[in-house]
C-alpha cells in the first residue's frame, strides 16, 4: 500500500493524556515543523490508570471513575523495566517492583523534562470521530472530531488530518453472570472498583480470576481474610500462596452465600470480587470508521495497531502481555513513520491476514512475540532497538514469579553496564 501523500503540518489528534497519550506527544513535538499535536484528555491531569482516586463510581463531571488503580498496588514488572527506552529514570533494585505513586512522578517527570502540557486540553470528551473521505484515495481522509469542553458544556467540531487514540483498556469491567448471583446477599464488586483490603477483616472471599489482579489482591486480602478463595477453571499454579488462600475451582452458580463451583464443590463465603478483566471500549468511533470490537478483539487492525480502512488512525497500546511503556514507544514511532512517508503499509489482503491472526481468549497477546514485535517496528523507522536487558530482565522476573508470587515484587534488579548482564536476587 502506497505511503501518505506528505504535507507540510500534518494536524493529529491524540485521545487521552495517560502513559501512552504522553508518548505519542512526545515523539509529535519533536517535529513540530511537520506535525501540530492535539490532546484531548477528559482527566483534570495527566497519569491516566495511574491516578488512585479513593472514589468509585462516577468522577467530578458524571462520568464513570476511569482508572482501576487500588491503594497498595504495586507494579508486577521492575521499575528499570518501566522506563520508555528514551527516558531512562527510574531505577530502583530493591524492591524491583514500585509504587503507583513511583510511576505516576516518573510520568510527571517525563511530561515535564519534554514539555509536553503545552500540547493537552484537560477536562475534554471526545464524543465522535467520523472520516471525511474526501475521494477514493484514504490518504486524502481526513476526520472530523466532535470534541466536549467539560467545564463550559461547549461543544465544538475540529477537522484533523490524523488520530491516534490513547483513552486505555482498564476502566470498563468486565463481569461475566453466573446464576443467582441476586441471591447473594454478600458483599460484591469488581476489581475496578477495589481500593483497600482493610473491610474484608474476618471474611471469607472469593476471588474470581487468577490473573496479575486476582492473584495480587487475594494475597493482599489474606492479611485479613479468614480464607481467601482463589476461584478460576487455568492450570494450577505452581506457586507458594499464603496459609489462607486456596485454589478452587470455578464458579458454576451461587444460591444466598453457597457458592456452587464446576467441580460440585459448596464454598460458603462471605465476598465476592470479580478480578476478571475489562472490557476494551472505543465508544467515540463512528459506523464509518469501520473498527469492531468482538469479544475483545479489535478488528480490522494491522499489528495490533494501524486501522486497516482508515490507516491514518492507530490505536496504541492494545497489546498484552507485554511491557507497557516501550510498546508505545515504537508503535507511536511506527505511525508517526508511516504519515512521514517512511514506512509502507503492504497490500490491503496482507494487512487483513495479518489481522485474522488474532484471536482467542487473549486476540491481542503478546508475550514472548513483544521482542519481534518491537523490533519489527524499530527496524521499519530506523530506531535504536529495545536494549536487550529488557527481554532478559522480564523472563528472569517472570520465572520468578511463576514459582513465588510472595516474593518476586521485593527482589534486587540490576542491570551491568554492558547492558546485557541481569542479576536478579530474592
Same mark, same amino acid.
Given at each position: $500500500? ?25 515523539h509529535?513535538?519533536?517535529d ?8 484531548f484528555?477528559?482527566?483534570?491531569? =495527566? ?15 458524571? +462520568? ?13 514488572? @521492575?521499575l528499570k523495566? $518501566? ?12 524492591? /524491583? ?14 511530561? !515535564? ?14 464524543? /465522535? ?15 472530523? &472530531? ?5 467545564n463550559?458544556?461547549? =461543544? ?16 470498563? @469491567?468486565?463481569i ?17 472498583d ?25 494475597v493482599? =486480602? ?11 477453571? !487455568? /492450570? ?5 500462596l ?40 472505543? @465508544? ?10 468482538i ?14 480502512e ?5 490505536i ?5 502481555? /507485554? ?6 514507544? +515504537? ?19 496482507? $494487512? ?22 518491537? !523490533?519489527?517496528?524499530? !527496524? ?6 529495545? @536494549? ?26 540490576? &542491570? ?11
Open positions: $500500500m502506497a505511503a501518505i501523500t506528505s504535507r507540510k503540518k500534518i494536524r493529529i489528534c491524540v485521545i487521552g493524556a495517560g502513559a501512552a497519550g504522553l508518548c505519542a506527544a512526545r509529535l513535538s519533536r513540530l515543523e511537520k506535525f501540530e499535536a492535539a490532546v484528555e477528559q482527566d483534570a491531569t =495527566i497519569g491516566g490508570t495511574w491516578i488512585y482516586n479513593d472514589n468509585i463510581s462516577i468522577d467530578n463531571n458524571n +462520568y464513570p471513575i476511569h482508572t482501576s488503580m487500588y491503594k497498595n498496588l504495586r507494579t508486577n514488572i @521492575p523495566l $518501566m522506563n520508555f527506552p528514551d527516558f531512562q529514570l527510574m531505577d530502583q533494585k530493591r524492591p /524491583s517492583c514500585g509504587t503507583h505513586e513511583q510511576v505516576l512522578n516518573y510520568l510527571h517527570d517525563y511530561a !515535564n523534562h519534554f514539555q509536553l502540557l503545552q500540547y493537552i486540553q484537560f477536562n475534554t470528551k471526545i464524543q /465522535s470521530i467520523k472520516p471525511q473521505m474526501n475521494s477514493e484515495n484514504w490518504q486524502q481522509t481526513t476526520f472530523k &472530531v466532535t470534541i466536549e469542553h467539560l463550559t458544556q461547549i =461543544i465544538e467540531d475540529q477537522i484533523f488530518d490524523a488520530i491516534i487514540i490513547c483513552n486505555g483498556h482498564f476502566s470498563t @469491567p468486565k461475566p453472570v453466573i446464576i443467582g448471583i441476586e441471591t447473594f446477599s454478600g458483599d460484591s464488586m469488581h476489581s475496578h477495589y481500593r483497600t483490603p482493610e473491610k474484608y477483616e474476618n471474611k471469607i472471599v472469593i476471588i474470581l480470576g487468577a490473573g496479575f489482579s486476582g492473584i495480587d489482591i487475594g493482599e =486480602i489474606s492479611d485479613y481474610a479468614q480464607h481467601v478463595y482463589l476461584s478460576h477453571n !487455568n /492450570s494450577r499454579l505452581i506457586t507458594v499464603p496459609l489462607n488462600m486456596t485454589e478452587v475451582q470455578g464458579i458454576e452458580s451461587i444460591n444466598g452465600n453457597n457458592f456452587i463451583l464446576n467441580d460440585g464443590t459448596i464454598i460458603i463465603a462471605d465476598a465476592l470480587i470479580y478480578c476478571t478483566g475489562y472490557h476494551i471500549t472505543l @465508544p467515540f468511533l463512528t459506523d464509518e470508521c469501520r473498527i469492531k470490537v469479544d475483545n478483539r479489535v478488528t480490522p487492525l494491522y499489528k495490533h495497531l494501524i486501522n486497516i482508515h490507516p491514518k488512525m492507530a496504541i497500546g492494545l497489546p498484552s502481555h /507485554s511491557i507497557p511503556f516501550p510498546l508505545f514507544h +515504537y508503535q507511536v514511532q511506527y505511525f508517526l513513520g508511516l504519515l512521514l512517508n517512511r514506512v509502507n503499509l503492504p497490500s490491503k489482503d496482507k $494487512m487483513l491476514e495479518d489481522d485474522n491472526l488474532n484471536g482467542g481468549k487473549y486476540p491481542h497477546k503478546l508475550g514472548q512475540n513483544q521482542w519481534d514485535y518491537n !523490533n519489527y517496528f524499530a !527496524n521499519a523507522v530506523g530506531v535504536d532497538k529495545l @536494549p536487550i536487558f529488557y527481554e532478559i530482565g522480564y523472563n528472569a522476573v517472570y520465572s520468578i514469579r511463576l514459582t513465588n508470587v510472595l516474593q518476586y515484587k521485593d527482589t534486587e534488579f540490576i &542491570v551491568e553496564d554492558d547492558g546485557e548482564t541481569v542479576h536478579v536476587n530474592i
